[in-house]
C-alpha cells in the first residue's frame, strides 16, 4: 500500500534544508566611517575658540603623527546589535597614540576601544549645565578621560579636572590661573579672552600666523641691529678720517700717531 503524505510533510521534503549563514559583528553594528551627528555650534566665539584649540596643537605637535584632535566631532560608544549607537560630541576633543588622520567621526569600538585622553566643552546658556554634570559623568565614569575641561568664552569661566582613583578632581591653577593638562603636557589658561596652550616655562603657545610674525619681528630687529651697527661704523671711519685731516693741518702725519 502506497503512503500519502501531508502537503506539509511533502513541503517538508521536497524543499532544501535552509543554510544558516553566521552573523558577522560588522553586519551587526555601524561601519568605522560612520557620519558625525553633531548640531550647530552655538556662536561665532565658539567656533573661534574651538579652531584655535585645533590650530595651535597643529602647529606645535607638527612633526607628530600619533594623535587626533577634532572639535565637534561624533564620539559613537556602546553599539547595541542593529541599532544606532550612543553617541556624544565634545566641542574638542584629543586622542593620543593613534594614526593621525581623517575621520568622519571616532567610532570607539573600531579603534580598539580608545577613548579621548582630554576634552574641552565650551559653554554656552543652553549647554552648561549639562557640560557641567551630565557629561562630566559620562567622561568620568564610561569614557574615562583622564583631562576635562571646560571654557565660557563670554565670563571667561574656566574650570579643569584630572581622573584620580575613578573620580575626578579639581585642578589647582598655578600663579597665573594657568591649568595643568598630564596628558598634553602642556598648560590651559586664558589670553586675550580665549583659551590657549602654554609651554611648561609659560610661554603662549602661538598660532600659524602668530608664529610667522614673531618671526618676521625677529627678522626686522636683526636687520635693525645690523644697519645700527653698520652706521656706528660708518661714524666712526668719518670720525677718524675728520681727525687725520685735523692731524696734517697740524704737519702731523696720521700714521705716526
Not at 169 to 196: A, D, M
Amino acid at each position: 500500500m502506497s503512503q500519502i503524505l501531508t502537503i506539509s510533510e511533502i513541503i517538508s521534503e521536497t524543499s532544501p534544508t535552509p543554510i544558516l549563514t553566521p552573523i558577522h559583528p560588522i553586519d551587526i553594528f555601524p561601519p568605522a566611517d560612520i557620519e558625525s551627528n553633531e548640531p550647530e555650534l552655538a556662536s561665532s566665539l565658539h567656533l573661534h575658540q574651538i579652531f584655535l584649540l585645533i590650530s595651535c596643537l597643529e602647529f606645535l605637535w607638527r612633526e607628530r603623527n600619533d594623535y587626533f584632535a577634532a572639535g565637534n566631532l561624533s564620539i559613537y560608544f556602546k553599539p547595541e546589535p542593529n541599532q544606532a549607537p550612543e553617541f556624544r560630541g565634545p566641542d574638542f576633543f584629543v586622542v593620543l597614540g593613534v594614526e593621525k588622520k581623517e575621520r568622519k567621526s571616532w567610532v570607539v569600538y573600531h579603534e580598539g576601544g580608545i577613548y579621548p585622553h582630554v576634552i574641552v566643552e565650551i559653554l554656552s546658556d543652553s549647554t552648561a549645565k549639562v557640560d557641567r554634570t551630565t557629561k562630566k559623568l559620562l567622561y568620568q565614569d564610561i569614557f574615562r578621560t583622564p583631562n576635562y575641561f571646560w571654557f565660557d568664552p563670554e565670563t571667561l569661566e574656566f574650570q579643569g579636572f584630572h581622573l584620580v582613583a575613578g573620580e575626578y578632581v579639581t585642578l589647582q591653577p598655578n600663579e597665573r590661573g594657568h591649568l595643568w593638562s598630564r596628558e598634553l603636557q602642556l598648560f590651559l589658561g586664558i589670553h586675550e579672552s580665549k583659551l590657549r596652550y602654554f609651554t611648561p616655562t609659560g610661554e603662549l603657545v602661538p598660532t600659524t600666523e602668530e608664529a610667522w610674525q614673531q618671526e618676521q619681528d625677529r627678522a626686522n630687529r636683526e636687520t635693525q641691529r645690523a644697519e645700527l651697527e653698520t652706521q656706528r661704523a660708518e661714524e666712526a671711519i668719518a670720525q677718524a678720517e675728520k681727525l687725520a685731516d685735523k692731524l696734517r693741518e697740524l704737519n702731523i702725519d696720521p700714521e705716526q700717531v
